[in-house]
């Protein structure tokens, strides 16, 4: 099913309410109006839960030299998860150049909002919002996606940044210099016990 058009109403420390009407995929709000979800504030959201329970973090690791596992401290655990915040889509320098479509998956159920840009010089190209809408509670985001591609130095460098609500994050990284082989690593930290 597709919407027309979409407010949110932004709110809650752990969950997210929204009231969600019909928009026509496709068409973007006039930038004045432009609403997006608050994907930076959701994730200092979750951040600070780990922080303020002390949560046991658990840093799996894989790349061209091996794969490892290992406890991070609760201050790794929220400096690893810096990417996520960057940039922020609902600052409005960076708001007018993503369109939001979104539409609603009743099999599921779930309502996704997907954000995308065509701007090259922003290294933030996509994100995808999954909520798990309930008639009686606000929605609570199911998971976020991301996707980057930016340049450091000489190395084109690719991320695919995937946070599962309360219970972990991952980054997948494709590094590629020149017209070596692309190398790719990937982490993942934990922090629900039962992952």
């Known amino acids: 099913m597709q919407f027309s058009t979409c407010k949110q109403l932004l709110g809650g420390w752990l969950m997210i309410s929204l009231w969600i009407g019909c928009k026509d995929t496709g068409k973007s709000l006039p930038s004045e109006e432009?609403?997006?979800f608050p994907v930076a504030d959701y994730i200092r959201s979750q951040l600070h839960v780990i922080d303020?329970?002390?949560?046991?973090?658990?840093?799996?690791?894989?790349?061209?030299?091996?794969?490892?596992?290992?406890?991070?401290?609760?201050?790794?655990?929220?400096?690893?998860?810096a990417p996520f915040q960057e940039p922020d889509?609902?600052?409005?320098a960076v708001s007018t150049k993503f369109t939001e479509t979104s539409f609603a998956d009743q099999s599921i159920p779930s309502v996704t909002f997907n954000y995308t840009t065509?701007?090259?010089?922003?290294?933030?190209?996509?994100?995808?919002?999954?909520?798990?809408?309930?008639?009686?509670?606000?929605?609570?985001?199911r998971t976020i996606?991301?996707?980057?591609?930016?340049?450091?130095?000489?190395?084109?460098?690719?991320?695919?940044?995937f946070w599962n609500n309360d219970h972990y994050y991952q980054i997948l990284r494709t590094s590629k210099i020149g017209s070596a082989p692309p190398t790719l690593s990937q982490v993942k930290v934990v922090w629900d016990p039962t992952e």
Request: net charge negative.
């Open 89 to 92: 889509i609902t600052d409005p």
């Open 118 to 141: 065509k701007d090259e010089k922003l290294p933030l190209k996509r994100v995808d919002v999954v909520l798990h809408p309930d008639p009686a509670l606000a929605e609570k985001v």
């Open 52 to 81: 303020s329970l002390q949560l046991p973090v658990t840093l799996y690791r894989s790349g061209e030299n091996g794969s490892d596992t290992l406890l991070l401290s609760t201050k790794e655990c929220l400096e690893m998860a």
């Open 34 to 36: 432009k609403q997006y």
């Open 145 to 161: 996606y991301m996707e980057k591609i930016y340049s450091n130095g000489d190395t084109l460098i690719e991320e695919k940044l």
